[in-house]
């Protein structure tokens, strides 16, 4: 069975960083692509940067410039380095992998339980 769990998550000031890594463990044929959501107390949520096999990226707006995600150096593993965090960075970060686990399969989503990222001025 496939297994997503995020760690990292954690207190920060403004202007800080802290680093999030995402682990998809188990029985996976094809990674398509993982990445990060965040969502907010009160509000949606939303895409804050992915990394697909081809080594495309995408950001938020709001994390552009601070944010960066990467590869890391295990199997199946995603980083989201955070710089410069603000009050405004303050949510629940998802992992989202998208995964095959066979050859043939559809690719599905598999999402992590969350890891909390909480910014103070």
């Known amino acids: 069975q496939v297994h997503v769990v995020e760690s990292g998550g954690g207190l920060a000031q403004a202007g800080e960083s802290l680093r999030l890594s995402c682990v998809a463990s188990g029985r996976i044929f094809r990674v398509v692509a993982m990445g990060w959501y965040r969502q907010a107390q009160g509000k949606e949520r939303e895409l804050v940067a992915v990394?697909?096999?081809?080594?495309?990226?995408n950001y938020a707006d709001s994390v552009k410039g601070r944010f960066a995600i990467s590869r890391g150096g295990a199997s199946n593993t995603v980083l989201l380095q955070m710089n410069n965090l603000k009050p405004d960075d303050t949510a629940a970060y998802y992992c989202?992998?998208?995964?095959?686990?066979?050859?043939?399969?559809?690719?599905?989503?598999?999402w992590g339980q969350g890891t909390q990222v909480t910014v103070s001025s």
């Open positions: 990394f697909n096999s081809g080594g495309d990226t």
């Open positions: 989202s992998a998208r995964l095959a686990i066979r050859n043939g399969d559809p690719v599905d989503a598999y």
